[in-house]
């Protein structure tokens, strides 16, 4: 498992996520918003206070992705 070094929330619910590899990957979220929690992250204004925990992403909700779901749905930038 990669550890993540920082996370930027961007546009479309996409994230920007800095892997300790060097790899950088926007991963979209948006087929997570019809899920449980998940969906809470449809205000632009939660989606925005993601953070890093380290091996995941979190939000204030506590809805987290782990590091190894956000590298498989990534997209080299």
């Known amino acids: 498992m990669l550890k993540i070094n920082s996370v930027v929330p961007i546009s479309n619910h996409e994230l920007a996520v800095s892997f300790e590899n060097g790899e950088t990957k926007k991963c979209d979220i ?3 918003l019809d899920k449980g929690i998940f ?7 939660l989606f925005r206070q993601v953070k890093s925990i380290g091996f995941g992403v979190e939000w ?8 190894d779901t956000l590298f498989a749905i990534g997209q080299r930038n």
């Open 30 to 32: 948006s087929g997570y």
């Open 39 to 45: 969906r809470q992250l449809a205000d632009p204004s």
């Open 60 to 67: 204030p909700n506590s809805a987290d992705l782990s590091s």
